[in-house]
């Protein structure tokens, strides 16, 4: 019975350290979401990034933030997406980055599996001006997403559409099953997709096997560059190669 007490207490203390977890991420979506409304300039997309950093300055905060974002930028304005997923779209911070630099037809679908979170950042992103013919937040699993997407892009098979970008933020235990997913859906543009992965910690170092799988299929994939905090990968299938 000594063991069984043991046991007990190992599960009641991993339990309340999920509920604490939980309770932490739930904190931060709720302050950051209130700062950010109160204080920024409605409409300003500018105004909400600036808000969003002054709040990361004195808070624990899971923003991309500024260094990272100029990076997002960087791509963002090479690739000039018109079709873009994010997994992981917490208060918006990322997705009024990306939106703000599309192309006029370009749109964002971004995915957040926390439902108060999702609310929250949809609300963000409206506030920062965007408008729903230009992004679609979707509240659920990225695993329950991506087949979705097809007929929420509208794009058919076989015609050359696809996806352009891909940001992953959300977990990245799910970086290679979603990204093989995103492949098995065909949703990744045959002649290009840029596929950044966010990474903010070294136990993140192989970013969840992800490069692994890219290195070996080289006919179809490439690391384009190794930044501290960002992965940017390129797939495009061969066939669509010039002069191979
Ligand atoms: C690090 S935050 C994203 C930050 C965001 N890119 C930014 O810069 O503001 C990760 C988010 O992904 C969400 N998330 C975690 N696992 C997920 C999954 N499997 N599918 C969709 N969203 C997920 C979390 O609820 C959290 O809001």
């Known amino acids: 019975s000594g063991r069984c007490r043991v046991q007990v207490a ?4 991993g339990a309340l350290a999920r509920a604490l977890r939980m309770l932490r991420g739930r904190v931060c979506v709720r302050s950051t979401h209130s700062f950010v409304f109160s204080e920024c300039t409605h409409g300003n997309a500018r105004s909400v990034l600036e808000t969003f950093d002054l709040y990361a300055d004195t808070h624990p905060s899971l923003c991309i933030g500024p260094q990272t974002g100029e990076a997002l930028d960087e791509a963002v304005g090479r690739v000039r997406p018109c079709r873009v997923l994010e997994l992981g779209t917490h208060c918006g911070y990322s997705s009024v980055r990306m939106l703000r630099l599309l192309p006029p037809a370009g749109r964002l679908v971004t995915v957040e599996l926390d439902p108060l979170t999702a609310e929250l950042g949809e609300e963000i992103i409206l506030v920062a001006g965007f408008k729903h013919s230009q992004f679609q937040v979707l ?54 997709c840029s596929v950044l992965l966010i990474h903010r910690n070294r136990r993140a170092g192989d970013r969840g096997g992800i490069l692994g799988h890219v290195r070996a299929r ?22 669509t190669k010039e002069n191979k």
């Open 10 to 13: 190992a599960l009641c203390r």
């Open 139 to 192: 509240t659920s699993s990225s695993a329950e997403a991506i087949p979705t997407l097809r007929s929420l892009l509208e794009l058919n098979r076989g015609t050359g559409e696809g996806l352009n970008l891909v940001l992953m933020d959300h977990d990245p235990e799910r970086y290679l099953p979603d990204l093989l997913a995103l492949e098995r859906e065909e949703l990744l543009c045959p002649s290009g």
């Open 218 to 239: 080289p006919d179809c994939y490439s690391v384009e560059s190794e930044l501290q905090f960002m992965t940017e990968i390129f797939y495009q299938q061969e066939s």
